[in-house]
């Protein structure tokens, strides 16, 4: 929830609607397997019977069926609220409404009725992603896009709740003078999507940016508005970028330079720089640049990479993502989704697919370069039975076993130290310095080296059929040392899950990782993984590098399930703190 300043003379809140609605199917080399592959056969094949296998335990799920991007959250009245786009009748994307969860605390959430769902002519053919806004006088309002033919042809319009005085906001009305938003003859109206969150300007009117693109060149469109119900577009775009393809569910939002406490979207000053993130459709990655707001207008900081070389959110299974200010503890919070990397097939047998991932703070990092994310205080409510480690020294080929706690659902979080750096391998000038999934993929957990690899192994068998490991390993660059970070699914699971059907998707298994921009001087790297049975959620040295897989095991399933440290480097590694706990289910979940 965005609580704005200033007068309006109507109240609306925006809700970031992020489409996830494009339809390649991308090669398994280019990113996360996000696509929404169409099968229109199953979209409306309601589960029977619902596998708890895989299921997360203490992740944002709902109870059966697909869900994909976060929508509109915000704080509002003392409840959290959490909208999705989300299938009502199967196990794929198809038939999407905006489903809504509230909760008190971001850990136990209770559903209530659909907020939006196609009903008028202005949505009649899809409700796609948007985010919230509440204006003065306390009164929310959703901005969505609504698709109104069959050629995706895409408009924005605006809900309000039905009734204020209900703490929960279960109904939601679309006024009849939508849509608000049409796109003019310089738009693709095909690719015109995703509202944010408002901001309120100096001179007393409203900003809100819109995704898009125009041939290959990814747009944020910018509109303004008195009233928040007419809305003109500015001549210029907040910003563009050439080469980088469909912009959707951009985010826009400033940050503290001088602390670590949230802002409210509409803050500017001289202590403050912007965020402009953006999910793209052709890597199905998300990235973001830090820079300066003037005029209406961003610009990146110089040092940025505006592109798909850029700093990303999540170097893994991570999209769609929103972000609000959380007035309540003066922080921004950030939602994202993480979709199954399982085969097709699977997805309708076990009757669900995706989840939210654990919310996250968002800072900026002290050297001014990029963010700093970190799970939501909240989530350690639900440690359980702490097991500690300390001072283990780990030689070449060492793996020890974090007893104690339950390996398939916990949160690890350790230490490394090493004595030296000068075992670290040299970096091969001929590498793609922007490609850590493909170095990891060719150097990975047990590829011996100087400086690691070492890091944990997660969601392991007894044996290490299977497993997932997160682990660093460090390379002495031209003049500098380059940390690798990687979460490795390849190894995941011994079965084999390829599709039968004909159009559906195998299971995949990438070697997710990205490079840690961080000062070794102290010898010292730290790693949190948030382990819960399918999901593996890793934060690099504090957060500065973060990465999400989705695995599937066979043998490390529930008890059988086992959480190790190891170093194949041959530069001892010594564990100078583990901590880790079994992490308990939240009491609610969506029931």
């Known amino acids: 929830m965005e609580l704005a300043k200033g007068g309006v003379r109507w109240a609306l809140p925006v809700v970031y609607v992020c489409c996830l609605v494009f339809l390649l ?96 002519p202005f949505d009649k053919y899809g409700c796609w992603s948007g985010s919230a806004t509440v204006l003065p006088g306390n009164k929310p309002v959703i901005l969505y896009t ?85 809305w003109v577009k500015a001549k210029h775009a907040l910003h563009t970028s050439a080469g980088t393809g469909n912009w959707e569910c951009p985010d826009f939002f400033p940050v503290s330079v001088s602390g670590t406490n949230g802002l409210d979207t509409s803050v500017v000053g001289p202590n403050v720089k912007h965020v402009l993130k953006v999910s793209l459709d052709a890597t199905r990655f998300e990235y973001y640049t830090l820079g300066s ?25 991570f999209y769609a993502s929103k972000s609000f200010f959380d007035p309540s503890k003066n922080r921004r919070i950030l939602w994202g989704w993480a979709n199954e990397s399982d085969s097709t097939d699977n997805d309708i047998k076990k009757g669900w697919a995706g989840v939210q991932l654990i919310p996250r703070t968002l800072t900026l990092d002290p050297n001014g370069k990029q963010l700093l994310q970190w799970p939501v205080e909240e989530v350690e409510t639900l440690r359980r039975n702490k097991v500690e480690l300390s001072n283990k020294i780990l030689n070449k080929g060492e793996t020890v076993e ?45 590829v011996e080296g100087g400086l690691g690899p070492f890091g944990i192994l997660t969601l392991a068998s007894q044996n290490l059929e299977e497993y997932t490991p997160v682990f660093f390993r460090v390379f ?77 095991p066979a043998l490390a399933l529930y008890g059988n399930a086992h959480l190790y440290a190891f170093n194949n480097g041959s530069e001892t590694v010594k564990i100078d703190s583990l901590n880790a706990w079994s992490m308990s289910k939240p009491v609610k979940m969506n029931h």
Request: aromatic letters at 12%; hydrophobic letters at 30%.
């Open 293 to 317: 707001y003037e005029k209406d207008r961003y610009t990146p900081d110089p040092d940025m990479i505006d592109g798909w070389n850029g700093l990303r959110y999540d170097y893994g299974n």
């Open 476 to 552: 002495k660059d031209q003049d500098k040392y380059q940390v690798l970070m990687c979460s490795d699914a390849s190894r995941s699971s011994v079965s084999v899950d390829k599709t039968k059907m004909d159009d559906g998707k195998d299971a995949y298994r990438p070697s997710f990782a990205g490079f840690v921009n961080v000062d070794l001087n102290e010898k010292k790297l730290s790693l949190r993984s948030l382990i819960d049975n399918s999901v593996v959620e890793s934060f690099g040295a504090g957060g500065k590098t973060c990465i999400t897989s989705r695995v599937y």
């Open 146 to 230: 609504g698709i109104v033919d069959d050629k995706n042809t895409q408009v924005q319009n605006y809900a309000v709740p039905a009734n204020l005085s209900d703490p929960y906001l279960r109904e939601w009305i679309k006024p009849d003078n939508n849509p608000l938003i049409v796109s003019d003859q310089s738009i693709n109206g095909t690719f015109f999507r995703d509202p944010t969150t408002a901001w309120l300007g100096k001179d007393g009117h409203w900003r809100i940016t819109i995704g898009g693109r125009r041939n290959r060149r990814g747009i944020s469109y910018l509109y303004r508005s008195r009233d928040f119900v007419h």
């Open 25 to 120: 199917n991308l090669n398994n080399n280019v990113g996360v397997e996000a696509s929404h592959n169409v099968f229109m056969h199953l979209q409306s094949l309601s589960a029977v019977n619902v596998r708890e296998e895989h299921r997360t335990g203490y992740h944002f799920q709902p109870t059966k069926h697909w869900i994909n991007d976060p929508n509109g959250p915000m704080y509002f009245n003392g409840v959290y609220h959490l909208f999705y786009q989300y299938n009502p009748k199967g196990a794929v994307w198809g038939n999407i409404v905006w489903a809504h969860s509230v909760s008190k605390d971001l850990i136990n959430w209770e559903k209530v009725e659909h907020a939006i769902f196609p009903s008028k």
């Open 402 to 446: 974090i007893k104690g706690v339950t390996a398939a659902q916990s949160d690890v979080d350790v230490t490394f130290s090493f004595g030296s750096l000068d075992k670290a391998e040299p970096f091969d000038q001929s590498w793609d310095r922007y490609d850590a999934q493909k170095l990891c993929s060719q150097k990975g957990s047990t």
